[in-house]
């Protein structure tokens, strides 16, 4: 029997991750621990809370004394960490909380792990510290072909999809930290602090940065749910710059089973990228959420096009994502399963049969926030 916390369990992608373990580790004692800020919430697990392989604790990461007393009064064995701040705009506005919760908070989990884990007497044997991050980290690529070449690579979900490349530089683990943005400035400080538990204490840790993902219970200020949402009410579309820059698109559930794979299968003190080889700009996908939404809501094709509304630029914009999952394909056999157009139809389907999901989410402070967002832009 396994014991595993799972970290922002009630976010985005750590609700697809416990859903998954949950579902299909039935002897594993799987316990979320998450402070429940905006972007979390329990609506995202009503479907497995009552199973009694799972438990909710309601914590901050950033609680040395709370999560050490968790460990042992659980018998933690492994940690999957996904807690985080997650908002680029977010990280301009207050870095501090990005900061304190990706860095700190990271820090505060790994002491703890540490200290748990040495007073036992197998130690680290058998133990599993793993952290989910981002290729922000990595920086900016360059768009050396802004009208897209053929990616040396292919995989079954990007073959006879869209996945044009723009540019032949790609993120491999071995290439050097370069992060732009406080929120990816932050994360690459956390991945520093658990590859230096590895390195000095011996800790097992295992890194993995992920590109950018998309799907159900995304919390609706990023691009495609956001988007979603104001083309259903016709509310402006502000595209960032020229909407030119690219960020490469996974599924959520693709990333949830690459953790699920990773979690149990990884090498320890390795890095893994994990990504679709599926490259958009951020104008070309734009267009295709307007002409899912117009189809799936019985509108003229392209309707809304014009609710396109160029805006100010993100400072520090970075201008393409790209990474090369190769690694984690040779030595563990993952593949992303879905094309890029299937999986923008489950989740326009999902966000447009979820309304209730999405207001609730966005009542409150959020609006308040998102309107001090957009009026200035
Ligand atoms: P999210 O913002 O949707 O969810 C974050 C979760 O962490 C929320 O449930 C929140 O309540 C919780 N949390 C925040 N601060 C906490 C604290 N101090 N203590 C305990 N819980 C706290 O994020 P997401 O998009 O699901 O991302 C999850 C992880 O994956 C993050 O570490 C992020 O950096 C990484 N990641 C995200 C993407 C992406 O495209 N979303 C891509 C690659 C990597
Ligand atoms: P986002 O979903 O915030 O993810 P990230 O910045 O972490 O990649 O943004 C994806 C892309 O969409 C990014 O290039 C910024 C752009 N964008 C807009 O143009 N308008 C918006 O309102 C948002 C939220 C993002």
Redesign the pocket.
Known sequence: MRSVII????????SHVVRLFVNKYPDYNIIN?????Y???LDNLRDIEGKPNYKFVK????DFEGVLALMKAEKVDGII???????VDRSIKDPFTFAQ?NVM?TLSLLQAAKTYWESLPEGFDGKRFYH????EVYGALEMTNPEGIEPPFTTKASSGSHHLAYGSKFFTEDLKYQPHSPYSAS?ASSDHFVRAFHDTYGMPTIVT?????YGPY??PE?LIPLFINNIRHRKPLPVYGKGENVRDWLFVEDHARAIDLIFHKGTIAETYNIGGFNEWKNIDIIKVLINTVDRLLGRAQGEDMDLITYVTDRAGHDLRYAIDSTKLQRELGWEPSLQFEEGIERTVRWYLDHQAWVDNVTSGEYQKYYDSMYKNR
């Open positions: 970290t922002g369990g009630a976010g985005f992608i750590g621990l998450d402070k429940l800020t972007a979390g919430n914590m901050d990461i950033c960490h996904l807690a985080a701040e997650s908002h919760t908070g989910i991050s981002t290729d994360k940065n992920c590109s950018n993902n995304q919390f990023k």
